[in-house]
């Protein structure tokens, strides 16, 4: 299971950090990473770290301002969003899978809102 936690109500240049805990057979997954999906759009990927390594990837809307981490004793995984923009606007979802192509679990998401 995963299962994330965090979200909210932020003003543009404002600061989130999501959690999403997870339990351990899945934090084991070699991938770990956050997508969003915003109103009438398609869920898109986000961030992501694998466990080796560990090495990160991020997409290039959010490059430079977010940052994905993990802690391996406490089975959680985090994405910190710095200088939000409105169009950061969606809800957050946590999944986990055996590389960075491949994310076969989700999390219930949660919802990220910048206003402007």
């Known amino acids: 299971q995963l299962v994330e936690s965090g979200g909210g109500l932020v003003q543009a240049g404002g600061s989130l950090r999501l959690s999403c805990a997870t339990s351990?057979?899945?934090?084991?997954?070699?991938?770990l990473g956050w997508f969003r999906q915003a109103p009438g759009k398609e869920r898109e990927f986000v961030a992501a770290?694998?466990?080796?390594?560990?090495?990160?990837r991020y997409a290039d809307s959010v490059k430079g301002r977010f940052t994905i981490s993990r802690d391996n004793a406490k089975n959680t995984v985090y994405l910190q969003m710095n200088s939000l923009k409105p169009e950061d606007t969606a809800v957050y979802y946590c999944?986990?899978?055996?590389?960075?192509?491949?994310?076969?679990?989700w999390g219930q998401g949660t919802q990220v809102t910048v206003s402007s």
């Open positions: 351990g057979r899945t934090f084991s997954n070699r991938a």
């Open positions: 999944a986990a899978g055996s590389s960075l192509a491949d994310f076969g679990s």
């Open positions: 770290i694998t466990r080796s390594t560990p090495s990160t």
